[in-house]
């Protein structure tokens, strides 16, 4: 199909698709005529894939290039999910409090992980540092016994995604369950876990008073 | 203190401080002469919040105001977190697809939940319809069958926090730790779901070839 085709049937504008091509987000067509440039199915997908990215998971052009690379590099599915990760994980600008930091890899010991426990080294590791920084900074500095409890429950939520990822056929489709299951499942998990908490605090909390006479 | 203190021990500078007062984020400080305001440990702790809220939940003025007033009403704490949740959770401008609507009320049917079910009175639920219609939108209709294993996973997940809120002694701690806990815990709850999802997947894709050569 042209450009113009391409466009129609992803939704996205001519001068946004030739961007991408420019930014290496979309592989350059098979060129028919000087001028003229035919895409496939493959372009099609790849530019939904890059769509979902930028809208739904926010990112960044340089952080879509870098999910893109994960992708495409020859590697065994786990590598390739821990490297999508890593890619749609950019580190914040929060200053990281070494308790903090701490925290995080006493965690780390305790599940006896060895991977990416520097917080130099992995995004994921070091948006849980910052998190907890955050926290501490705003007195909380409990919220590490949260860690165990939330893992339990992330196991079982983790199993389900791999199940997902494993159900698709074929390469295509494990790598966009991939990177869609991470984004979008990060905002499901967060309205889902609005429910829970409503039904958890509906059993523990829901007669007991809110304490209003208790100002000091 | 004044508020070039409340300046000093907040580290929120003098004319953000004041653009909180002129908002209602913050109360008025009791004059002690025209031209000047007295400021107590209360207005610290809330100050710290609006920051919290700011910084981390990454909310608007309108949104912090919403969460506020949310904290300040007179209900039960099972309410106050119901509606602290609604303030904090904004809905976004994805279009919804009548079939994500009917997918999340079927859940919440199968769930046993009545209340705010409707997408058009919950902002949670709209969350969650929102993000399963951008879902079907890159083609995945099946993320629906996650969401009961993730609310299965979310209890757990749901109970730690819970304990968490309630072993606060007082009503202003217990306040924090429910807009605290909610808001940075979703993103330690994204970080350690990485973690989780890494040790799940090791064991259950770790040594399934990436299917290279499946490239239909």
């Given at each position: 199909?042209?450009?113009?085709?391409?466009?129609?049937?992803?939704?996205?504008?001519?001068?946004?698709?030739?961007?991408?091509?420019?930014?290496?987000?979309?592989?350059?067509?098979v060129?028919?005529?000087?001028?003229?440039?035919?895409?496939?199915?493959?372009h099609l997908r790849r530019?939904?894939?890059?769509r979902a990215l930028v809208d739904v998971g926010d990112l960044s052009i340089a952080a879509v290039r870098d999910v893109l690379v994960a992708i495409d590099t020859r590697d065994s599915?786990?590598?390739?999910?821990?490297?999508?990760?890593?890619?749609?994980?950019q580190p914040s600008a929060v200053d990281l409090d070494p308790l903090a930091v701490a925290d995080v890899q006493a965690f780390f010991a305790r599940q006896g992980e060895t991977d990416c426990v520097d917080v130099t080294e992995s995004n994921?590791?070091?948006?849980?540092?910052?998190?907890?920084?955050?926290?501490?900074?705003?007195g909380h500095d409990g919220m590490q016994d949260l860690l165990d409890p939330y893992l339990e429950g992330l196991?079982?939520?983790?199993?389900?995604?791999?199940?997902?990822?494993?159900?698709?056929?074929?390469?295509?489709?494990?790598?966009e369950a991939m990177v869609i299951g991470t984004l979008i499942g990060?905002?499901?998990?967060?309205?889902?876990?609005?429910?829970?908490?409503?039904?958890?605090?509906r059993d523990v909390i829901g007669d007991r008073p809110a304490l209003e006479d208790d100002e000091s």
């Open positions: 199909m042209r450009v113009g085709e391409l466009s129609k049937r992803s939704g996205v504008p001519v001068p946004t698709i030739k961007y991408y091509l420019r930014e290496g987000l979309l592989p350059a067509g060129l028919t005529s000087p001028n003229q440039a035919h895409y496939d199915e493959g530019l939904r894939l890059v599915l786990h590598n390739k999910l821990g490297a999508v990760q890593e890619a749609i994980s994921v590791t070091h948006m849980l540092a910052a998190a907890l920084s955050v926290a501490r900074s705003v196991k079982i939520i983790a199993q389900a995604d791999v199940d997902y990822i494993a159900r698709q056929s074929s390469r295509d489709d494990i790598i990060d905002t499901v998990l967060k309205a889902v876990r609005r429910l829970a908490h409503a039904q958890v605090s």
